[in-house]
């Protein structure tokens, strides 16, 4: 049985940082991409960025490119989404995904991911 687990959401000022983590566990992710979006309240769930488990490939959004990264532990299954120099407007549950054979073009879509995580709050105040 798959599941993703997401940790280390909270509440923080703006201009911190905050570090995610994704833990996986149920199958090898190793053919697999590790995506993190978010949810703001009243607001559809965006993509924030993915990673491809293979071969440490990323992608971001525009909106957090040169602020969040992301990153992987192979030996703890684990995937981490970095957040730095966070602003109110970040304010969101964070969710982890993990998805087969996805292509660089459906990588923001929410139905190219199998599996997801229940997410993690993350509040910034400002």
């Known amino acids: 049985q798959v599941q993703l687990v997401e940790s280390g959401g909270g509440l923080v000022q703006a201009g911190g940082s905050l570090r995610l983590s994704c833990a996986a566990s149920g199958r090898t992710f190793s053919s697999y991409t590790m995506g993190w979006f978010r949810q703001a309240p009243g607001k559809e769930r965006e993509f924030v960025g993915a990673i491809r488990w293979s071969n440490l490939i990323r992608y971001y959004s525009d909106t957090v490119k040169g602020r969040f990264t992301i990153s992987r532990d192979n030996a703890k299954n684990t995937v981490y989404l970095q957040m730095n120099r966070l602003k109110p407007e970040d304010t969101a549950v964070y969710y982890c995904?993990?998805?087969?054979?996805?292509?660089?073009?459906?990588?923001?879509?929410?139905?190219?991911?199998?599996?997801w995580g229940p997410g993690t709050q993350v509040t910034v105040s400002s």
């Open positions: 995904a993990a998805g087969a054979a996805i292509n660089t073009q459906s990588l923001g879509g929410m139905a190219s991911y199998d599996y």
